[in-house]
Nanobody
Framework: QVQLVESGGGLVQAGASLRLSCAAS????????LGWFRQAPGKEREFVAV????????YYADSVKGRFTISRDNAKNTVYLQMNSLKPEDTAVYYC?????????????????WGQGTQVTVSS
């Protein structure tokens, strides 16, 4: 069992930066693929970024590529999402998730554990 707790969300102006953190408790954190997803009001949850268990593989949604960076610190059981050049369309609740698969998957259905989410609001 893995429990995930996100933090770092907030209200910022367009162009600003935020760093989200997701702290995990439970065993074998370093064996999980970790992902960030987001859900805006009235929309489905969508993939943002994923990092493999070894941190050797990362993927990003086209909408955030070049602006967001996912990283992990297995010693601290934490995954991060550095978000730069934020846009109003980045406004959403951001969720971190853990998958027992050893591949860096983008599919929400392949994640086994989810955090409660943290709100990110970007004003224009």
């Amino acid at each position: 069992q893995v429990q995930l707790v996100e933090s770092g969300g907030g209200l910022v102006q367009a162009g600003a930066s935020l760093r989200l953190s997701c702290a995990a408790s439970g065993r074998a954190f370093n064996t999980y693929t970790l992902g960030w997803f987001r859900q805006a009001p009235g929309k489905e949850r969508e993939f943002v970024a994923v990092i493999s268990w070894s941190a050797g593989t990362t993927y990003y949604a086209d909408s955030v590529k070049g602006r967001f960076t996912i990283s992990r610190d297995n010693a601290k059981n934490t995954v991060y999402l550095q978000m730069n050049s934020l846009k109003p369309e980045d406004t959403a609740v951001y969720y971190c998730a853990a998958s027992r698969l050893f591949i860096a998957t983008k599919a929400t259905g392949q994640y086994d554990y989810w955090g409660q989410g943290t709100q990110v609001t970007v004003s224009s």
